[in-house]
């Protein structure tokens, strides 16, 4: 079995960073986490993945000011050095132009706290429930230029139940993001294996 070698991007936790690196141990898993990638020095996503003994690099984007372009290039120089084949965003924060995402095309990965194409964007958790939805989740999706909108690789549903607060929906959306994404990777992964 081959091992496709994926980077893992954040900008603080990455949640669900840690649930891609305990999912990759697995002796049957189609992928390695063979990188993590910052964007911000005081990650602390940075130090678990030190901990687990995998290689980091931080590409502070304030280092190049307004010069998206230039930042970009730097990710996509570091992301070669380590011969990465394909990439997750797990809590990663900076918008990525047409450039890097054409580069990494069916191969960078996103997961969103919500049943995407419902509640793109920010506070879905909020924005659910003052919707009176009756269920809720997350989505891994492949990241396309436009924010939120790249193909569906997976979903898991949740339930909204009465009582529920922001912090409750959240941590029930967190847990399946956690179990779907390490689940998408393996999928993308196999599939390039084939
Ligand atoms: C996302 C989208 C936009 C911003 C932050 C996060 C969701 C995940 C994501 C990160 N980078 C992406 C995606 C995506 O889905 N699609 C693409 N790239 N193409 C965002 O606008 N962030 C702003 C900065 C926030 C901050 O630094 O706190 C920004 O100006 O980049």
Redesign the pocket.
């Known amino acids: 079995m081959i091992r496709r070698r994926v980077a893992i991007l954040i ?1 603080g936790r990455g949640s669900n960073m840690s649930a891609l690196i305990e999912a990759a141990k697995a002796a049957d898993y189609p992928a390695e986490i063979s990188l993590v990638i910052s964007n911000r020095p005081d990650a602390a996503g940075l130090a678990w993945a030190r901990a687990e003994g995998i290689p980091t690099a931080v590409v502070d ?1 304030t280092t190049y000011g307004q010069d998206r372009e230039a930042f970009e290039r730097a990710l996509q120089a570091v992301l070669e050095v380590h011969r990465i084949e394909f990439v997750c ?1 797990a809590g ?6 047409p450039w890097l ?1 054409e580069r990494w095309h069916g191969r960078m990965l ?1 997961v ?1 706290p919500a049943l995407l194409p419902a509640f793109k964007g920010l506070d879905t958790h909020r924005r659910a429930l003052a919707a009176g939805a009756k269920v809720h989740g997350a989505t891994v999706h492949l ?6 909108s ?1 193909p569906i690789i997976m979903q898991e549903t949740v339930p909204i139940v009465t009582g529920d607060t922001v912090e409750t929906l959240a941590a029930r959306v967190l847990e399946a993001e956690h179990r779907i994404y390490p689940e998408a990777l393996k999928k993308l992964a196999r599939a390039a294996n084939k």
Request: negative net charge; proline residues 0%; charged residues 15%.
């Open positions: 900008s984007h965003l990663f924060m900076r918008l990525l132009s995402v996103n969103h990241v396309a230029a436009e924010v939120d790249g």
